[in-house]
């Protein structure tokens, strides 16, 4: 069918076509299919008052300033690690996906993995796709900066064990 993407499971993992990346892309060759820009970041309640500030937040320069604003108080990392680029973010994201992906033996191939990488990044950069909020926060953080989690209220699945923990 036109315009659909068949992704070929075979007994050494998926195969991942490209749509629409070149083979041998990663991630940081993705960043080059759009101008960057940065911007300031502002949201005021009712009132009118700042309730949330940043500077030199970096986006495509396509985004609006509502998904500037949203990228920047809720997605970015704040604290010990300061993001301000979604390049940072869609780094920390795929990489740790792929990443996961591949000790999981999930790809057939390391262009596979490599094309996984940079269209889930090209997804991401041109709001194609999103994942849900808690990988948008935590997804990477380890991997990325070394930062671990709090395992107070988190669940995960135990592959040797078979259960969730």
Known sequence: MDGEIEILATKNGLKIPRFFTKVGEKTEDVFNYVKWVKRKSIIKDTSGNVIFEMKDVEVPEFWTQTATDILAQKYFRKGDVKENSLKQVVKRLVKFWRYYGEINKMFESE?????????????????????NSPQWFNAGLYLAYGIKGDKSGLFYYDENEKITK
């Open 111 to 131: 262009e596979d993995a490599n094309a996984f990488e940079a269209e889930v990044a090209y997804t991401l950069i041109f709001q194609i796709a999103a994942p």
